[in-house]
């Protein structure tokens, strides 16, 4: 039942700024409201089969193509909006920047002993290129002139998207239940307040 009622919420939200994007994208004719929108609703169409099924048959899937396909592929339309609003020169942060492919390699290993081994790299690929790119956006940004800033926040919200996608993953091998005492729904919970706190990030990068 928490299952439940966490997945609707989050389909509500994530229809509604999906909505909200390609109406913008088609008034303001800019390509990362688009490239936005896309991300809503592919990752909006992952969390519906989780729920059909789940509704259908009392159960989470088993591991599907169909809703891990639309979440990697929102992950990748996530991916071409930070690398439109944000470059990243990694060559004068590769001290840090390194780091993120050893964590997400390490943590990719560990997440082997519980699930499958395609899903996991695929995951752990698409993980490090966004918050390669994102930290490394938010490096170069840092000295820039306020006015030139305004997509920190979205950088910000990726990488909080990113943590809570680990919290969430790191959570579901260590506790089981159907109810708020297990941490992994609290972390679910925090990502779909990440998922719309985009828009608002959004809006004020493009206006910048």
Not at 62 to 76: E, G, K, M, N, T
Not at 155 to 169: H, I, R, S
Request: proline fraction near 4%; aromatic fraction near 20%; include cysteine.
């Amino acid at each position: 039942m928490t299952e439940s009622v966490i997945n609707i919420v989050q389909l509500v939200i994530t229809g509604f700024c999906a909505a909200v994007c390609f109406v913008r994208a088609i008034i303001s004719w800019k390509r990362t409201w688009l490239q936005l929108g896309l991300f809503y609703s592919v990752f909006f169409f992952g969390d519906l089969y989780w729920q059909l099924y789940l509704t259908f048959y009392g159960e989470t899937p088993p591991y599907s193509f169909i809703p891990y396909l639309c979440w990697y592929s929102a992950d990748l339309f996530l991916l071409m909006l930070v690398v439109t609003h944000c470059p990243c020169d990694w060559k004068k942060h590769a001290e840090i920047l390194w780091l993120i492919p050893v964590f997400t390699a390490a943590m990719c290993v560990y997440y082997m002993t519980f699930g499958d081994y395609i899903s996991n790299l695929i995951a752990a690929f698409l993980m490090c290129c966004l918050l390669w790119r994102s930290i490394g956006g938010l490096a170069y940004l840092h000295k820039k002139p306020p006015g030139e800033k305004s997509a920190r926040l979205l950088l910000v919200f990726v990488v909080l998207f990113c943590v809570m996608e680990y919290a969430a993953w790191t959570a579901s091998c260590f506790f089981e239940g159907d109810t708020l005492k297990n941490p992994y729904y609290w972390f679910d919970i925090l990502q779909t307040a990440v998922l719309f706190l985009f828009l608002p990030a959004q809006r004020k990068a493009v206006r910048r």
